[in-house]
């Protein structure tokens, strides 16, 4: 009884590293019904979480909570939850009370980077990361969010030496390859970033996010065509990512077709009405045809949006 779940734990741990989220699961499927230690839930809960399971995540939560009434992993879970929830106020409380009852966990940092950044505090959300990582140098996730916020606040070298510490750490992570491969985009790595998104590709098919990577890297390196159908597929992932459709709207419209690269920036506008990108695209297109005065509108609108918003720079 006891140690078996702990067994179970240490042995889904790698597999979870390792990008093998099948096995992860797996190797804690037939757990005796008798825990009563806080860690197995939180543990479960974080992987359920990581593929988007978030009820069944929030149920675990609980029982950890039940077991421990102010366990911090848990109340930083929580606070996660809430974000994704898009209660923001919550999430934040949360995260502050998961950092007062355990001062080194990176978890609950973790936590309070995600809360920052949904109140738009990227400068927080940033100081809260750096904190996790000082805390947990070997996660390599962590490194993939630091470096995905030194792009949004465009510190482009430091967001490659983060992406590149995160690969270093934990290369079977698709997210991690997926952040490595726009740190290099944003460096005009053409080559290396197409590399690294082919490789988030294999470690997983349904992410659309290595997809658009991987479109927009070869419409860079010139390949329109090729970096379109790349696109295609991202949108097909996720119908209702509105930057997907900015994006592949953008692509339409440079192989000058634009009743199709309307209808994209039309649905981007109505999936995301805050996305500054669908706007910022739309007014090029008008531009172009000659239509300024209604262009010079989105692009105000797109530059309005971009101050709430920064994180697509």
């Given at each position: 009884g006891k140690n078996k779940w702990q067994e179970m734990i240490r042995e889904s741990i790698p597999c979870y590293w390792g990008g093998d989220l099948t096995n992860a699961f797996s190797r804690i499927e037939n757990?005796?019904?008798?825990?009563?230690?806080?860690?197995?839930?939180?543990?479960?809960?974080?992987?359920?979480?990581?593929v988007g399971r978030v009820e069944e995540a929030y149920v675990d939560v609980e029982k950890a909570l039940n077991l421990v009434p102010d366990d911090s992993t848990a109340t930083a879970l929580q606070s996660i939850i809430a974000t994704v929830q898009k209660e923001n106020e919550k999430a934040l409380k949360l995260a502050h009370k998961a950092i007062e009852t355990n001062p080194d966990s990176a978890t609950a940092y973790i936590a309070l980077s995600y809360a920052h950044q949904a109140n738009l505090n990227l400068e927080e959300a940033l100081a809260s990361l750096q904190e996790a990582v000082k805390r947990a140098p070997e996660n390599g996730l962590a490194w993939a969010r630091l470096s995905e916020l030194w792009l949004s606040l465009g510190n482009l070298d430091k967001a490659l030496e983060s992406a590149e510490k995160a690969v270093s750490l934990n290369p079977g992570l698709a997210r991690i390859q997926t952040v490595l491969g726009y740190a290099y985009v944003t460096q005009i790595k053409i080559k290396e970033s197409i590399k690294a998104f082919e490789k988030a590709i294999e470690l997983d098919q349904a992410d659309p996010l290595p997809r658009l990577g991987l479109g927009l890297a070869k419409i860079r390196k010139g390949k329109l065509k090729e970096g379109r159908r790349e696109i295609e597929i991202a949108a097909s992932l996720d119908p209702n990512q509105s930057i997907i459709r900015s994006y592949l709207g953008k692509a339409y419209f440079e192989e000058k077709r634009n009743k199709l690269a309307q209808d994209q920036f039309g649905m981007a506008k109505e999936l995301d009405p805050l996305d500054p990108t669908p706007f910022f695209y739309d007014a090029i297109r008008k531009q172009t045809q000659n239509r300024p005065v209604?262009?010079?509108?989105?692009?105000?609108?797109?530059?309005e949006l971009n101050d709430n918003r920064a994180v697509y720079r």
């Open positions: 757990v005796p019904n008798d825990i009563h230690d806080p860690r197995f839930f939180t543990y479960r809960a974080a992987l359920l979480l990581t209604e262009a010079l509108q989105d692009l105000q609108k797109s530059i």
